[in-house]
């Protein structure tokens, strides 16, 4: 991506030296280790150490709260350099920022001073949990529950698909207060998940993507003190969509910088590699689908680009959101398979990323909304804003 760019123009010199350094985190620490990750199954615990010495666990976090001080477009930029080499491990990273910086802004002096420092310091990971095992895209249907006591709050109920489920210690749980009240009783809860109450489920196995942590966990007879209410009822359910266009939106961005850099590596191997008399990009048909990668990535870029834009200045973005995911996660899908095929057999040899990012594509067309959901929210709005 051209360094003059407008969303990199866009970013203050301080953003700026923020994306370098997630670029050279990615170059020197990520890459070299991403495909072993994936071998061994592992879930990269210190790496989010590390990516927190380069400042990426507090992207968005107020630099008075010890944080980078940054905007929305350059966590979606982040986000997009990253995935270059390992969306999981992009997702699971962007997923700790998001809690420390959701607490940094909004939680109570008490959150703040028992969960922030050690989610910016990489010491812990963290997640929201919405899903269920009977409640993914249609997030009013949760059972999980939370019932008022005399000191607190006592919660009951499962939680599956979480990132970081395999790991986060600090967890974002929606709960309903009130079962008959629909999404007006729907709260959220701050939770340390060492505490009695909380059993952690296998982690999922997943194709591609096993930094991503992804897994669920048991609430039974979970207690918790008043203190842990993050989002009242009636504001749970409102805030939650909130962040979900967000979450289309650097999802998007991921789906772009691993079509980035499979484009990269077959553009390298073309060039260099000779067939008939002459280098592969020097045959047409070659290049010519090359060119296709290409301009679908400027266009997905467009509409990410165009979507975080939104969000930054708090504007509606569903429709841009839902438009951005939709495209790039389609995109991705056709294009790092042509990317391959453009390498032929070599393509498939695990030094490269573009297996993984094949199968990261499909990660991708799951999380935060399917692409049907994604219809659904456009078809919504087709009158509206097209007729």
Not at 21 to 31: E, K
Not at 200 to 220: C, E, N, S, V
Not at 347 to 366: D, F, K, M
Request: charged share 25%; glycine share 10%.
């Amino acid at each position: 991506m051209d360094e003059v760019s407008p969303p990199i123009a866009s970013l203050t010199a301080a953003e700026r030296a923020l994306l370098d350094r997630a670029r050279r985190f990615r170059r020197d620490y990520v890459a070299p280790r991403a495909a072993l990750w994936e071998r061994e199954r592992a879930l990269p615990q210190e790496a989010i150490r590390e990516a927190a010495r380069h400042g990426l666990t507090a992207i968005e976090v107020p630099e008075a709260q010890g944080g980078q001080g940054a905007g929305f477009m350059a966590k979606t930029l982040i986000a997009e350099e990253l995935a270059r080499s390992c969306m999981g491990f992009a997702f699971s990273l962007i997923n700790t920022q998001n809690t420390a910086a959701r607490i940094a802004r909004q939680g109570t002096p008490a959150q703040i001073a028992r969960h922030l420092a050690p989610l910016i310091a990489g010491e812990r990971r963290g997640g929201t949990s919405l899903t269920e095992p009977g409640a993914g895209s249609d997030f009013p249907a949760i059972t999980t529950t939370a019932r008022k006591t005399e000191t607190g709050w006592v919660l009951e109920g499962e939680k599956a698909w979480l990132t970081n489920g395999a790991s986060a210690e600090t967890i974002l749980v929606y709960a309903k207060t009130d079962t008959e009240a629909g999404t007006a009783g729907i709260a959220a809860f701050l939770i340390d998940a060492t505490m009695p109450g909380f059993e952690r489920l296998p982690a999922y196995d997943l194709m591609g993507g096993h930094a991503i942590g992804a897994g669920g966990f048991r609430l039974r007879d979970f207690r918790v003190g008043e203190e842990a209410l993050f989002y009242p009822p009636g504001e749970a359910f409102k805030r939650a969509l909130g962040g979900i266009n967000g979450a289309r939106v650097y999802v998007a961005a991921m789906c772009c910088g691993m079509v980035a850099e499979a484009l990269r590596i077959a553009l390298d191997y073309a060039t260099r590699r000779q067939a008939f008399g002459k280098r592969l990009l020097d045959h047409q048909g070659l290049r010519w689908s090359l060119v296709e990668v290409a301009t679908e990535l400027e266009a997905a870029r467009l509409l990410t680009y165009r979507g975080a834009e939104i969000i930054a200045r708090e504007g509606d973005a569903v429709l841009a959101a839902a438009l951005a995911k939709k495209f790039a996660v389609e995109m991705a899908g056709r294009r790092l398979d042509q990317c391959m095929q453009a390498m032929g057999a070599e393509g498939l040899r695990e030094e490269y990323p573009i297996g993984r990012h094949i199968a990261s594509a499909r990660i991708a067309a799951y999380v935060d909304g399917t692409t049907e959901i994604q219809n659904e929210r456009i078809g919504a709005l087709l009158e509206r804003t097209y007729l």
